[in-house]
Structures are given as C-alpha cells and as structure tokens.
C-alpha cells in the first residue's frame, strides 16, 4: 500500500487506508463527512447528540454549552452522571466475567481483573476513603507504581466525588509535597514501593519526606504493599491499604455529580513559575476520553489494548484509567522499564497477552528501535491491528520502523497530537479513513475547529507556512481552569488572541492537503522523552543549590528522548575549573532531589555570566544555538559582555 519509497522526499510518503480494515465504533467515510458538516452547522447539538449516546446519565442534561463565563466553557450543565459509573456499572451486566485489566509486574508476576472484581475493588476502596471522612470535593493525591491500585484509587475517587490529582511516582520528596500543598490534598494514597529497572522506587519514604514540612492539610497516608520492603508506619496517620478494605463491602452507591464537577487535577509545566493544575470536569472530560478511545482505536470487543503510559501522565489518565474502561475494553498494564531485563520486553508482553493495539511514544519506538530488527522479529507480534502514537513529534524514520517492524506492514498508525489541556485527542487519523504521512498527526477529529494563525491571529493559508496552533471553538473535553489561578489559565491560553482562541502553546504548519505538522512548543517547555519539563522549574531547582548564582536551561536534541536539558550554571564565586565531573554528578543528583531524574541535566557548561541584553534579558536563542552547536547567526552586537560567548562554548 505504500505510495512512494523511502528514498524520496519524507513529506511525499503517504499511506492510504485500508477500506477493509474492521470498523466496528469508529466513523465510515461517508460518515466521517457527515459528522464534519454536522459540527460546523450546529456543533451544539453535535456534542449533545453525542453526550446522550455515549455517556449514561443519572440526570439529563438541557443546556450544552454555558458561554456566560466564557473562555471558562462549562458543558451540560444541569446533567448529573457518576464517571465510575459510566466505567463500571453499565458493564456488569454484558461483560461482567470479561476482563478489564491484565497486569504485568516488573519482577512478572500477572494479575487479571474482570469488570466485576474491579468494579468490587473500586466500591471497597471507595467505601474505605468515605470512613476515614472523605468526600466530594476533597482532593487526593495518588503517588503510585504503575499497578491496578492505581485506577482503582482514581476510579473510588470518582465513585464518591473527591478528586483525585496524580503525581507521577518519578517526581521527587519537593516535587510532591509542592503539589499536596497547591491541591490541599487531605489524604496521599502511595506505596511501599514499585519495580523500576531492577530497582525499589521508594514512594512511601518520598512522601514521609514530603510531608515532614507543611502539607498540614494531609489528615491520611493510605499505603499499598507491593514490593513488601519494610516501611515505616506513623500511628493515626498511616494505614496499609489492605487492612483499611478488608472489612468493606464490595458495593458503593455512586455519589451523583454534576456534570462540572472537578474529576481531577493534574500538574503540567508550563513556561512560568510552579507547575500548574490542569482541571478537568466529569462529564466534558469523560465523553473525550471515551468518543477518542472508540473512533482512534476503533474499538472492538475482542481488543487487548495497550498504552505504555504512567498513570501519572494525561495519556494514562484518559487511555488507561477512564477511555478504554468507559469502552468497556481489556487493557494492559505494565508496572516497569521499558528495557528490563531485555529489549525483548515489549513484545514479549505484546505477544503473551495478545495485545491488539498498543499505543506508546516516540521515545521508546526510538529507544527500540536502536536496539535492532532482530528482537522484536523473535516474537509473534500477529495479534496487533493498530499502532499509536502520542507525546512528542514522530520523526518519519521512527515511524516508518514502527510500521515496518511492528505493524509488519499491515497496521495503521495513528499520530494523536492533544495534551494535558486537551483532555483527549483532537488532531489525529481515524484508521481505515484517513490516509497518513509519517510525522503528521493528519486532520482535527470531528468537532474540533484547529487552525494555525499567524500573530495577528489571521489564518495562515500559504502551505508550509508555520504559525500558532489554535483551536477556534470549545470542547467538552478541554480543561476548565487551573486549580486556584483562573488569571493564569487566562493569561496561559487566551489572553494572546483576546480570548478569541485556545492557544495550545505549539507551532505547527499545514501541508497542501491541509495536514497538520506539529513543530514544537513555543513556549519555554522542553518535551524530554515524552514529558513535559518548563525550563524554569529546572533553573529555579538549579539556583536552590548553595553553590550556584544563576542559570539558564534550554533544550538540545536529542536521537532518542526528542529533546536533553543542556544547563548553563554561573557559580557563587570562582567559574569551576579543571576537572568538575564530580560537581556536575552532585548537580544531577541535586536537580533529580528538587523535581526527579527525569529533569536532570545531561550537559552543564559553567561559566563566568550569561548571555544578556543591556536590559538584563538572558538571550536563550543564543544558548540554544551554543547548545547544539550551531554557528551564531544572531546578532550578538546588542549583548552585554559579548566576550562571553567563547567561555559559553566551552
Ligand atoms: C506534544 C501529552 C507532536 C505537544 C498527550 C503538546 C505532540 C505536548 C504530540 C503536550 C504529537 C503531544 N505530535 N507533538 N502527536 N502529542 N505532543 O500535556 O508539544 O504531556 O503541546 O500531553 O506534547 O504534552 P502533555
């Protein structure tokens, strides 16, 4: 099927789809259309029809769309549902024997749950948070390993209304204790550890460390056992998981919610100052998760669905906990390293469990793909129908060897661009209609009004042309502020075109077909491996340290992980000289303590100054000119110390 080969120009490589290719929940051609002109004429009722039909309600809804606060969008405002509910209950009945999750261990154990034994686990757990006195409204953060608890603890959360805010079990002590105390979490749901490469990751000693300044507002630390490491207990604050289910009835009556109710909070970088906490709302946020999860992944009965993401990320939110489940699918979870204890890894999981679509990152079909064709050809990948992607731009040979290698030649790729804001999908391919080009996220979905405008905020036409990736009308989906700063979610993503249109912070540019390139961020957000680090949060850790005066941190590329942190670090005193492995080493090892290993620098330059104007502003292009090594076409004639350069270069 393929148009072109490989030695010409990578834009002119195109994929037809397949018409033969299942279709079971996603979209037909003709009613890919259909959808497209009903949308742009009345997308009111467009969503509306589609909220009814997907969604089960306790209450309905008759106002779709609230403008009144506008650019706060509140969707289906007098509906009432329960999101467990929507997961759970309504499928006891047809796939209560099916199987919701299989678990995979690092270490290998397996572990499956029906829809029936998850549905008990979650109502248990549900029931255990409501008798130590939680309730709606009242926030619960999860640091957890990748295991079921984990969306069980998300899912009896949204049994009872509370909302949950998870923070990724790589984060550091600081990094959770600064996110307990934005979100006033009253409980921390974690474990005594988790598998990772071999090793324990010590979640229960991170947030004793966490809580042993501040977060007074924590009243409950609930811990799992998983890895069975000893752990400390504090009396009255303390509780294994276990023994606080143990006596709980396996049923909960879901607490209704409105349809506005906040179902989570989630903490992003962004280009400024502490993280912030992306909220979301129950019903919008559900019919998201779930519509994506049935049109992208054309959801069959018979599916194995595997997203590689941690929970703690939006893609493991919206593709583990809630749209795959919500769809009613069998979905896998993996606790560990991609590479443990072989490159084989993946596949083997792929092909023991019979996974039919797997959906993971660039970073990883990069790091696989540098291992060779040979190990995954030793596994019997004949199960997968469909590949995904998602996080970062797929570059176009990683593409073509995710097709080649994995999908055999015979499975589609969908490129899904959205983000933590987006709560689902909005750019993406449907399989078996849209015809694909490697490294592009193809169209917007149906419903979903992108464009790209230049700064004036006119649409760019001219193809090639790059400017702003905006999307021009609200979707239920999106999120709906940032948890105690509606001023920065307005200023953040609205305030550029006057509150006109969402700015999702990329550039992107558009092909004569009026396919979507996605560029980069815009903003100063690096995409390492897939996540999102703001360069500010790694300065301000940097500067933390006793030692250093100042520092400017940019992105370098990167062959596998898309992008590396490259620091540049002015000292307190003398430049350090010689030899400074060792302070570099207790540089990283301090930047991983602040916010987690996933932000430590991989280059750090010392040097005297930084790079400024006569006004005092740090020139970044310049540093990230130096960092990759590039010639300096600037013009360094407005620079302060210009001499700096060549120390900079190093
Ligand atoms: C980037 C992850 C190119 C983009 C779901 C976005 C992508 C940021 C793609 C959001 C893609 C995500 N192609 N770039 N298919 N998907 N991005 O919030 O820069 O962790 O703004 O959400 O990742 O990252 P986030």
Redesign the pocket.
């Given at each position: 099927m393929q148009k072109n080969i490989e030695s010409v120009l990578i834009e002119q490589r195109r994929f037809e789809p397949d018409p033969a290719f299942a279709t079971a929940a996603r979209p037909s051609a003709t009613e890919v259309v259909r959808l497209r002109e009903r949308a742009a004429e009345d997308p009111q009722g467009y969503w509306a029809d589609l909220a009814r039909t997907h969604l089960s309600w306790q209450r309905p809804f008759t106002v779709t769309l609230d403008r009144s606060q506008a650019p706060n969008f509140r969707w289906f405002t007098d509906g009432c549902l329960n999101v467990s509910w929507n997961c759970l209950d309504v499928h006891l009945e047809q796939r209560g024997e099916k199987t919701a999750i299989i678990f995979e261990g690092e270490p290998g154990d397996v572990r499956k749950l029906t829809y029936r034994e998850l549905h008990a686990e979650v109502c248990r757990f549900a029931n255990a948070l409501s008798a130590r006195g939680i309730g709606s409204g009242d926030r619960v953060v999860i640091y957890m390993p990748l295991v079921p608890e984990a969306v069980i603890a998300m899912q009896a959360c949204a049994r009872i209304g509370a909302i949950h805010s998870v923070v990724f079990g790589g984060f550091s002590a600081v990094s959770l204790k600064d996110r307990i105390e934005d979100a006033g979490a009253v409980c921390v749901v974690t474990a005594d550890g988790g598998w990772r490469g071999g090793n324990i990751v010590e979640l229960k000693a991170a947030t004793d460390k966490a809580l042993t300044e501040g977060c007074t507002s924590v009243r409950d630390v609930i811990v799992l056992r998983r890895t069975g490491a000893a752990v400390p207990m504090k009396t009255g604050r303390d509780h294994w998981w276990h023994e606080l289910v143990e006596d709980m009835p396996t049923d909960c009556a879901p607490r209704w919610v409105e349809a506005e109710h906040p179902l989570f909070l989630l903490y992003?970088s962004g280009s400024t100052g502490k993280p912030k906490g992306?909220q979301h709302a129950s019903a919008g946020y559900l019919l998201g998760a779930k519509l994506t999860y049935l049109w992208v992944f054309d959801r069959q009965e018979a599916d194995v669905f595997w997203c590689t993401?941690d929970v703690g990320?939006?893609?493991g939110h919206?593709y583990v906990a809630y749209g795959p489940l919500a769809a009613g699918v069998t979905i896998v979870m993996y606790e560990g390293a991609p590479m443990f204890p072989d490159g084989g890894r993946f596949w083997r999981i792929c092909e023991q469990h019979g996974v039919t679509i797997l959906y993971t990152a660039?970073t990883a079909i990069r790091a696989l793909m540098k291992l060779g064709d040979e190990i995954p050809a030793g596994y019997d990948l004949s199960c997968l129908r469909l590949l995904g992607?998602?996080?970062?731009?797929?570059n176009p040979e990683a593409w073509m060897w995710y097709h080649r290698v994995i999908g055999r030649g015979r499975c589609p790729i969908v490129?899904?661009?959205?983000?933590?804001?987006?709560g689902a999908?909005l750019?993406?391919p449907l399989p078996g209609v849209t015809a694909t080009k490697p490294g592009s996220?193809t169209q917007p979905l149906p419903g979903i009004e992108a464009d790209i405008v230049d700064d004036a905020g006119q649409s760019v036409t001219t193809p090639e042309a790059g400017g702003y990736?905006v999307i021009r009308e609200p979707w239920p989906s999106m999120l709906r502020t940032i948890w105690g700063d509606n001023q920065r979610y307005l200023d953040t993503y609205w305030a550029k075109f006057q509150n006109r249109y969402y700015v999702?912070?990329?550039s992107a540019h558009r092909d004569a077909d009026g396919y979507f390139w996605?560029m980069?961020?815009i903003d100063d957000?690096l995409?390492v491996a897939?996540?999102?680090l703001g360069t500010m949060e790694i300065e301000s850790a940097l500067v933390a340290h006793p030692r250093i005066a100042e520092a400017a941190v940019v992105g370098k590329q990167h062959d596998i992980k898309g992008e590396s942190v490259f620091a540049f670090v002015v000292c307190r005193g003398a430049r350090p000289m010689g030899d400074t492995g060792a302070f570099e080493q207790e540089l990283r090892d301090w930047v991983t303590q602040q916010l987690g290993a996933i932000a430590k620098p991989d280059d750090i330059r010392f040097a005297d100054n930084l790079p400024k104007t006569r006004s005092g502003k740090i020139m970044r292009r310049l540093l990230r000119a130096i960092a990759r090594g590039e010639s300096i076409t600037q013009d360094v004639s407005t620079l302060e110390n210009p001499t700096i350069i060549d120390q900079l270069r190093g």
């Amino acid at each position: 099927m393929q148009k072109n080969i490989e030695s010409v120009l990578i834009e002119q490589r195109r994929f037809e789809p397949d018409p033969a290719f299942a279709t079971a929940a996603r979209p037909s051609a003709t009613e890919v259309v259909r959808l497209r002109e009903r949308a742009a004429e009345d997308p009111q009722g467009y969503w509306a029809d589609l909220a009814r039909t997907h969604l089960s309600w306790q209450r309905p809804f008759t106002v779709t769309l609230d403008r009144s606060q506008a650019p706060n969008f509140r969707w289906f405002t007098d509906g009432c549902l329960n999101v467990s509910w929507n997961c759970l209950d309504v499928h006891l009945e047809q796939r209560g024997e099916k199987t919701a999750i299989i678990f995979e261990g690092e270490p290998g154990d397996v572990r499956k749950l029906t829809y029936r034994e998850l549905h008990a686990e979650v109502c248990r757990f549900a029931n255990a948070l409501s008798a130590r006195g939680i309730g709606s409204g009242d926030r619960v953060v999860i640091y957890m390993p990748l295991v079921p608890e984990a969306v069980i603890a998300m899912q009896a959360c949204a049994r009872i209304g509370a909302i949950h805010s998870v923070v990724f079990g790589g984060f550091s002590a600081v990094s959770l204790k600064d996110r307990i105390e934005d979100a006033g979490a009253v409980c921390v749901v974690t474990a005594d550890g988790g598998w990772r490469g071999g090793n324990i990751v010590e979640l229960k000693a991170a947030t004793d460390k966490a809580l042993t300044e501040g977060c007074t507002s924590v009243r409950d630390v609930i811990v799992l056992r998983r890895t069975g490491a000893a752990v400390p207990m504090k009396t009255g604050r303390d509780h294994w998981w276990h023994e606080l289910v143990e006596d709980m009835p396996t049923d909960c009556a879901p607490r209704w919610v409105e349809a506005e109710h906040p179902l989570f909070l989630l903490y992003t970088s962004g280009s400024t100052g502490k993280p912030k906490g992306i909220q979301h709302a129950s019903a919008g946020y559900l019919l998201g998760a779930k519509l994506t999860y049935l049109w992208v992944f054309d959801r069959q009965e018979a599916d194995v669905f595997w997203c590689t993401a941690d929970v703690g990320w939006i893609t493991g939110h919206s593709y583990v906990a809630y749209g795959p489940l919500a769809a009613g699918v069998t979905i896998v979870m993996y606790e560990g390293a991609p590479m443990f204890p072989d490159g084989g890894r993946f596949w083997r999981i792929c092909e023991q469990h019979g996974v039919t679509i797997l959906y993971t990152a660039p970073t990883a079909i990069r790091a696989l793909m540098k291992l060779g064709d040979e190990i995954p050809a030793g596994y019997d990948l004949s199960c997968l129908r469909l590949l995904g992607s998602v996080g970062e731009p797929i570059n176009p040979e990683a593409w073509m060897w995710y097709h080649r290698v994995i999908g055999r030649g015979r499975c589609p790729i969908v490129d899904t661009w959205w983000q933590t804001e987006t709560g689902a999908m909005l750019i993406s391919p449907l399989p078996g209609v849209t015809a694909t080009k490697p490294g592009s996220c193809t169209q917007p979905l149906p419903g979903i009004e992108a464009d790209i405008v230049d700064d004036a905020g006119q649409s760019v036409t001219t193809p090639e042309a790059g400017g702003y990736l905006v999307i021009r009308e609200p979707w239920p989906s999106m999120l709906r502020t940032i948890w105690g700063d509606n001023q920065r979610y307005l200023d953040t993503y609205w305030a550029k075109f006057q509150n006109r249109y969402y700015v999702a912070g990329d550039s992107a540019h558009r092909d004569a077909d009026g396919y979507f390139w996605i560029m980069g961020r815009i903003d100063d957000v690096l995409n390492v491996a897939g996540h999102r680090l703001g360069t500010m949060e790694i300065e301000s850790a940097l500067v933390a340290h006793p030692r250093i005066a100042e520092a400017a941190v940019v992105g370098k590329q990167h062959d596998i992980k898309g992008e590396s942190v490259f620091a540049f670090v002015v000292c307190r005193g003398a430049r350090p000289m010689g030899d400074t492995g060792a302070f570099e080493q207790e540089l990283r090892d301090w930047v991983t303590q602040q916010l987690g290993a996933i932000a430590k620098p991989d280059d750090i330059r010392f040097a005297d100054n930084l790079p400024k104007t006569r006004s005092g502003k740090i020139m970044r292009r310049l540093l990230r000119a130096i960092a990759r090594g590039e010639s300096i076409t600037q013009d360094v004639s407005t620079l302060e110390n210009p001499t700096i350069i060549d120390q900079l270069r190093g």
